[in-house]
């Protein structure tokens, strides 16, 4: 099992940076294939960015060059930095492995903002 605590998040203006962060307890982190996901109203949770055990990441088409997912296992700590946010950016963004397995207990999330 793993518990995962997001943080990060706020308001920022169109064209701004955020960077998330996502900090693990358990002694699985490492070997997880982990993902940020975001749930804008009324839409369905959605994946945004994973990043395998090993580093190899994969990005929705939406943020391909503008958000980058990362890992440090030793500090059993995920990242997604986001640049020149747009507001269809706003959401609740939460991080969780990839797939979600079945036990699996979301966070609060932190919800990210961007004001046009």
């Given amino acids: 099992q793993v ?4 943080s990060g998040g706020g308001l920022v203006q169109a064209g701004g940076s955020l960077r998330l962060s996502c900090a693990a307890s358990g002694s ?3 070997i ?3 993902g940020w996901y975001r749930q804008a109203p009324g839409k369905q949770r959605e994946l945004v960015a994973s990043i395998t055990s090993t580093g ?3 990005h929705i088409d939406s943020v391909k060059g503008r958000f980058a997912i990362s890992r440090d296992n030793a500090k ?3 990242y997604l930095q986001m640049n020149s ?3 269809e950016d706003t959401a609740v963004y939460y ?3 990839v797939p979600p ?3 699996f207990q979301w966070g609060q999330g932190t919800q990210v903002t961007v004001s046009s």
Avoid: A, I, W
């Fill in 3 to 6: 518990q995962l605590v997001e």
């Fill in 28 to 30: 699985v982190f490492s």
């Fill in 32 to 34: 997880l294939n982990m």
């Fill in 56 to 58: 190899r990441t994969n």
């Fill in 76 to 78: 059993k700590t995920v």
């Fill in 85 to 87: 946010l747009k507001p």
């Fill in 95 to 97: 991080c969780g492995p």
């Fill in 101 to 103: 397995y079945g036990s």
